[in-house]
């Protein structure tokens, strides 16, 4: 069974671009959840979704932050015309229905210029 | 709301050597408390974790113990190795509002060991 996977691994962007970070889920996992981290602080939560449902994203930035789980692909978590402070390492983390163990992608680190 | 408060590092440690990080806890309920490694340039690896009181996770060496009355959860090794050598986080699920896939995190304690 081969773990959550992201893509890509590292993301450079101008200050205004758009970033598109990819998370697809381990086999079986049909919740997914995106963190972020910032430089020496921990994880903070983003966003909860479940198949074209979004169900928590009270750790979203009000503006330029969206994220969806289409029915079928990978859940995207975007973010439009990016600025210095958005960089960062996003991390994706999946978990069966009914378990509250997560298991974490290898991340996303993003470098705005 | 919850929080995690864990030993601010750096730890360095001989090979061998045992190994203590404190991790302490404020939640509403009786979160499940997990230990999370990151090994430099990957994510974040489940090490273990306990679901209720009194319970003791552990895996490959490193034991934590579920301790309501304390709210704690350190993280010990009796014996550590150069390939230890990683960032540990101590997290719970839930927050104040009863959401239990919200993981709270500390902030994190680099271990290094030398040989």
């Known amino acids: 069974n081969a773990g959550v996977m992201q893509n890509p691994r590292h993301l450079v962007r101008r200050r205004g671009q758009e970033a598109r970070l990819r998370c697809s889920p381990m086999?079986?996992?049909?919740?997914v959840y995106w963190y972020r981290q910032l430089p020496e602080e921990g994880l903070k939560f983003m966003v909860y979704?479940?198949?074209?449902?979004?169900?928590?994203e009270s750790g979203m930035p009000k503006e330029r932050f969206s994220a969806e789980f289409p029915k079928e692909g990978p859940s995207i978590l975007r973010i439009q015309q990016v600025v210095r402070g958005d960089s960062a390492a996003y991390f994706c983390?999946?978990?069966?229905?009914?378990?509250?163990?997560?298991?974490f992608g290898p991340g996303t680190r993003l470098t705005v210029l | 709301g919850n929080s995690v408060t864990q030993m601010e590092g750096p730890v360095t440690l001989s090979e061998e050597a045992f190994l203590t990080i404190n991790c302490t806890y404020t939640?509403?309920?009786?979160?499940?408390l997990f230990w999370y490694v990151q090994y430099p340039g990957e994510g974040l690896q489940l090490l273990l974790k306990?679901?209720?009181?009194?319970d003791k996770g552990s895996n490959k060496g490193f034991e934590a113990t579920y301790r309501k009355e304390t709210t704690s959860f350190h993280l010990e090794k009796g014996s550590v190795q150069v390939s230890d050598s990683a960032v540990y986080f101590c997290?719970?699920?839930?927050?104040?509002?009863?959401?239990?896939?919200?993981?709270?995190f500390g902030k994190g304690t680099l271990l290094t060991v030398n040989p």
């Open positions: 983390a999946s978990s069966p229905p009914g378990e509250d163990t997560q298991y």
């Open positions: 086999k079986g996992h049909s919740h």
């Open positions: 979704l479940q198949k074209e449902n979004i169900i928590d």
């Open positions: 939640a509403t309920g009786y979160p499940s």
């Open positions: 306990a679901t209720k009181a009194d």
């Open positions: 997290a719970l699920a839930g927050d104040s509002g009863g959401s239990n896939y919200k993981l709270t």
